[in-house]
């Protein structure tokens, strides 16, 4: 069966960086079997989490109060198997409705934070990231690895790796030869990864 692979895409530029990032690594993964499902988190209404706890009371359910777009990212999420979070780093960290999406799920998928502890509903579900970034990523992206590694630790979720691109400037051409030998390599080991 092919595997479904969700990319959650943080970039509000639609030919930037990390979309170009993504072509050759979403072209490999297809190559090699994968169904992937790009979502362009600024086209959507995607507001934050307002911490009520609604989410909470029915360990069964996504259970968000805000009616807006994160329900149907909630069912993509839950019948993906490997989940892509793409994003230009911005201030150390992903986009606005990247955390945005990050702490509805963190509570909506986390059953945690009620009475008593429930289950992680994405239990075991596989997460990679695809960055691009102003800084050598070693300086630019490596807070964010390692506040989704935590993340991912915290949510019983298994955390696949980065791949990170870095941006040399507004005058300088991003997308070369090397970076899409790296997207394509990584595209084959997250496979590799996921194997059944
Ligand atoms: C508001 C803003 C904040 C940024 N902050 C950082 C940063 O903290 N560290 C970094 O390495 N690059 C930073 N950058 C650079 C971007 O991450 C980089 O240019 C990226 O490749 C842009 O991707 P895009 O073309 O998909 O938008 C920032 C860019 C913007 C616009």
């Known amino acids: 069966m092919e595997r479904q692979v969700c990319i959650l895409m943080g970039s509000p530029r639609k030919t930037g960086n990390t979309a170009a990032l993504l072509r050759p690594f979403t072209a490999e993964l297809e190559k090699l079997g994968c169904r992937c499902e790009t979502v362009w988190l600024y086209d959507l209404d995607l507001r934050p989490c307002r ?3 609604t989410c909470q009371r029915d360990w069964n359910i996504f ?5 807006d777009d994160m329900e149907d990212i909630f069912r993509q999420v839950l019948a993906c198997e490997v989940l892509v979070l793409a994003t230009p780093i911005y201030s150390w960290y992903c986009t606005p409705p990247m955390k945005a999406v990050l702490d509805r799920l963190v509570y909506g998928m986390n059953k945690y934070y009620g009475e008593k502890k429930g289950p992680a509903l994405w239990a075991g579900k596989a997460v990679a990231l695809v960055t691009t970034c102003g800084y050598p990523p070693e300086k630019g992206a490596d807070l964010w690895e390692s506040g989704v590694k935590r993340y991912c630790k915290h949510s019983q979720l298994r955390y696949l790796g ?3 691109g870095h941006d040399h400037g507004y005058n300088s051409v991003f997308m070369e030869d090397e970076k899409a030998y790296r ?3 990584f595209a084959r080991s997250l496979i590799l990864n996921t194997e059944k």
């Open 51 to 53: 911490a009520c706890r």
């Open 183 to 185: 997207a394509r390599e």
């Open 63 to 67: 259970g968000c109060a805000i009616r």
């Open 162 to 164: 980065m791949l990170a």
